[in-house]
């Protein structure tokens, strides 16, 4: 079997191992077996699926250090769902995520020290940062208020805007404030979820964290709405004259550029994807 089915099988794999861990010591509903599994499954076919269109062989160094940290985040992901009702373990929620977070910069350490910058670890990096803090936004309602889900969902409500606003799925460039915003997203959150300060304290942070989100998307909003007009049309056709001898034309077929916006990663930025068009806007 090719290390193109081994690698994301074994992320699956290691998965459900941890999974039966956290069952055994701290324990797991049903809810929170199902969104673990829902989670790993969907990570391994989506891998799959990713190097097989980028006719890859196997998992970079970097993406496996990232596989790994999606592994925590799956586990995280149970626990949450499981503990719904307030009960979640924190002294094991807690320092997964906390682990999880930190192995961000490590992936693109080691992306930059191997030079195995790609667009698909440049967004399976972006999934599971971002997955993760839809996640801990879903643990800190109770302590909050469910006006925190806004910190998890706004990204993905920006792809859901691309996909009706055709403007939206522009270029961003790079941007250093933007960086700086999403880091302090994760971090923000797990000292909400720690749950060691007063809960008007947690509240404030929650709330910082939300305006700073909403001023970073704003801005990259209006930067799209505004150079909206500035793209490149699409290349049309002309039709020959009538004088000119007729000759077959050929029309190359260009695919959509789309640039990823900044990650909160050490990872270096992957300028453009050749592949089918996506747009991202990465809060963590």
């Known amino acids: 079997m090719s ?13 459900t191992v941890l999974l039966a861990g956290l069952a055994a010591t701290v324990g797991l509903d049903v809810a929170g077996w199902l969104a673990g599994l829902a989670y790993g499954v969907v990570t391994c076919v989506a891998l799959r699926r990713g190097l097989r269109r980028r006719d890859a062989d196997r998992l970079g160094p970097a993406d496996q250090v990232t596989l790994a940290r999606g592994v925590l985040v799956g586990g995280v992901t149970a626990l949450v769902v499981s503990g719904l009702d307030g009960t979640a373990p924190l002294g094991v929620l807690v320092p997964m995520t906390a682990v999880a977070l930190a192995l961000d910069a490590v992936d693109g350490w080691v992306a930059r020290r191997t030079g195995t ?16 803090i839809l996640v801990l936004s879903v643990q800190v309602v109770p302590a909050v208020g469910p006006w925190v889900l806004a910190i998890g969902g706004l990204r993905y409500a920006f792809v859901a805007a691309g996909w009706l ?48 989100l909403v001023e970073s998307f704003g801005h990259d909003v209006g930067w799209l709405w505004w150079h ?38 050490v990872r270096p930025r992957v300028e453009a ?9 990465q809060p963590v």
């Not at 056709?237 to 050929?250: C, D, E, G, N």
């Open 3 to 15: 290390r193109v089915r081994t690698g994301p099988v074994l992320g699956l794999t290691v998965q």
């Open 117 to 132: 910058v790609s667009a698909l670890g440049a967004r399976f990096d972006m999934e599971v940062d971002a997955f993760l």
């Open 165 to 212: 606003l055709p403007w939206m799925r522009g270029s961003l460039p790079p941007r250093f404030w933007r960086k700086v915003v999403a880091a302090a997203q994760g971090v923000l959150l797990l000292v909400v979820a720690a749950d060691l300060l007063a809960r008007p304290v947690t509240a404030v942070l929650a709330a910082v964290a939300l305006a700073l």
């Open 228 to 265: 909206r007009s500035t793209r490149p049309a699409r290349p049309a056709t002309s039709t020959p004259a009538l004088s000119a001898p007729a000759a077959p034309i050929s029309v190359p077929l260009v695919s959509s550029v789309v640039v990823l916006p900044s990650v909160p990663s």
């Open 273 to 281: 994807v050749t592949d089918r068009p996506f747009v991202a806007h």
